[in-house]
């Protein structure tokens, strides 16, 4: 059995990707793949309870920020293993709406925490499912921040680490561009202040050079 693919989507709040996500599925689909979608912090139940305690408190205190390193890398953990690799070995095509990359992103570049020491947490979530190609969608903060207060023309509350301050999403926008400048084999840029429709082609572009690999 061929292994599948597997396709991350990362970038700041609102970039857009889950629309993206959304939007590549169905075009797998139609080509006739198998395809998974899921996310995180999330895609497991234990997952998706982590994701209550980190987004929104949920436990009762807003976690310390050395434990919101290791919520996420818990519950990366739990989706790699119970979900993902699963997937990849029946020869599903996976795409993620955030993963590893987040961490180093948001809390080595955006909370200051050494980039080695969560690459090296990453390392030891994952277990080896390296993604075969990150789509990292940039957008400029204001941009994203416009987005996100009236997302679906829909006001909702922001959660805890939307309420940072802008500097701290300068960091992590910097950081994924960082990223990207060290693993430039496995990143994909694109400028995601553009129209759906034409981030949608260029994310379909790089899909298929991945498929042909
Ligand atoms: N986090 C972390 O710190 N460390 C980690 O390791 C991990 C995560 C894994 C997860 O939040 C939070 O956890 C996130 C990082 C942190 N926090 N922050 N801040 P989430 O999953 O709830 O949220 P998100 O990942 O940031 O996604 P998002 O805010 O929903 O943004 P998005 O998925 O990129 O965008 P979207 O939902 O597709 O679109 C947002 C809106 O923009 C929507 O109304 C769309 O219709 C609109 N949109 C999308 N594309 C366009 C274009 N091209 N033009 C115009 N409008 C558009």
């Not at 989507?9 to 998974?36: C, D, M, N, S, Y």
């Not at 139940?45 to 310390?64: F, M, N, S, V, W």
């Not at 997937?87 to 992103?105: H, N, P, Q, Y």
């Not at 940039?138 to 207060?149: K, P, S, T």
Request: hydrophobic content about 40%; some cysteine; aromatic content about 8%.
């Amino acid at each position: 059995m061929k292994r599948g693919k597997f396709i991350t989507f990362e970038g700041p709040e609102g970039a857009g990707k889950t629309t993206q996500a959304r939007r590549l599925i169905a075009r797998l689909q139609e080509a006739g793949h198998e395809v998974l979608y899921t996310r995180e912090p999330g895609g497991t139940p234990t997952g998706e309870a982590i994701r209550g305690i980190l987004q929104y408190d949920k436990a009762g205190e807003a976690p310390c920020a050395e434990t919101e390193v290791l919520l996420f890398a818990a519950s990366r953990a739990q989706l790699v293993r119970k979900v993902i690799i699963p997937a990849l070995e029946k020869g599903t095509m996976v795409v993620c709406d955030r993963f590893a990359d987040s961490t180093t992103a948001y809390q080595g570049y955006g909370r200051g925490f050494p980039i080695d020491q969560m690459l090296a947490i990453n390392q030891f979530a994952i277990d080896g499912a390296v993604p075969d190609v990150t789509i990292l969608l940039d957008l400029d903060l204001d941009i994203g921040f416009e987005r996100l207060a009236t997302r679906e023309g829909i006001m909702r509350e922001l959660d805890r680490i939307e309420r940072e301050e802008r500097a701290f999403h300068e960091k992590v926008r910097q950081g994924y561009l960082e990223l990207a400048r060290r693993w430039p084999e496995r990143f994909q840029i694109i400028e995601a202040g553009r129209p759906t429709e034409a981030v949608e082609k260029d994310v379909w572009r790089i899909t298929q050079d991945v498929l042909h690999r």
